[in-house]
């Protein structure tokens, strides 16, 4: 767990406004996630990443981009597209390589709350 | 896609008694099944996992047993203690896939009465 970093810890967003929450991990794990946390639910996958410059949606992929430019990092944005955005958002890596353990280690979240 | 059903939602034991979560999947073909316990405000940790070439997985006072036929795969926690009082998750996914994300339950909230 100690290998993903995300920033900021809490981040406040005003309406009409695009924000970007930063994911980076040092295990040199191949892919990456996103997920948003509401409060009493499990987390449901935003976007996620097997390789570097590729890219695929989740369940609730609407409102909010991804890039994924070096293997280490894999920002997530907000847009003003995104209407409900307040959650907690947890980002996530494994490798899943031929000896992968398919374990996905997150990383300490960012709560995203709109003014 | 899949879609994972977790019962119950909320489960309060006294300390030292047994706690039982039970999950649900729909994908036959989903084959890793792992176990997230969540406090409050923190990230999800891995408390146990288990492959489907494997009926039962124990470690220490955790265990997890997965019925392939039925579909369905449980978390067993015995010697309940104050420190296992957390939001519990149950997940699926197939690792043969490019995905590989996971689809997770909707959580147990476990208090221990001490």
């Known amino acids: 767990d100690g290998g993903i970093t995300q920033s900021p810890k809490y981040l406040f967003r005003k309406e009409g406004q695009n924000v970007t929450l930063s994911c980076e991990q040092n295990l040199n794990h191949d892919a990456m996630y996103w997920y948003r946390q509401d409060p009493g639910q499990g987390l449901r996958l935003i976007y996620y990443?097997?390789?570097?410059?590729?890219?695929q949606k989740g369940d609730i992929a609407e409102g909010y981009s991804v890039s994924r430019e070096k293997k280490e990092s894999f920002p997530l944005t907000v847009t003003s597209a995104q209407k409900n955005p307040t959650a907690f958002y947890l980002c996530?890596?494994?490798?899943?390589?031929?000896?992968?353990?398919?374990?996905?280690?997150f990383g300490p979240g960012t709560r995203l709350t709109v003014l | 896609g899949e879609n994972v059903e977790q019962h119950p939602s909320t489960l309060s034991v006294q300390e030292g008694d047994s706690a039982v979560i039970k999950c649900t999947y729909s994908?036959?073909?989903?084959?890793?099944f792992p176990w997230y316990k969540q406090e409050l405000g923190k990230r999800p940790q891995l408390i146990i996992d288990i492959r489907s070439n494997v009926g039962e997985k124990k470690d220490q006072r955790i265990a997890v047993t997965l019925n392939k036929t039925a579909k369905h795969f449980s978390l067993h926690i015995t010697e309940t203690q104050p420190e296992d009082s957390a939001v519990y998750f149950c997940?699926?996914?197939?690792?043969?896939?490019?995905?590989?994300?996971?689809?997770f339950g909707s959580g147990t909230r476990l208090q221990v009465q001490p």
């Open positions: 996530a890596s494994t490798n899943t390589g031929l000896a992968g353990t398919d374990t996905q280690y």
């Open positions: 990443s097997q390789i570097v410059n590729d890219f």
């Open positions: 994908d036959s073909a989903s084959n890793y």
């Open positions: 997940a699926a996914t197939r690792r043969d896939t490019g995905r590989r994300a996971l689809t």
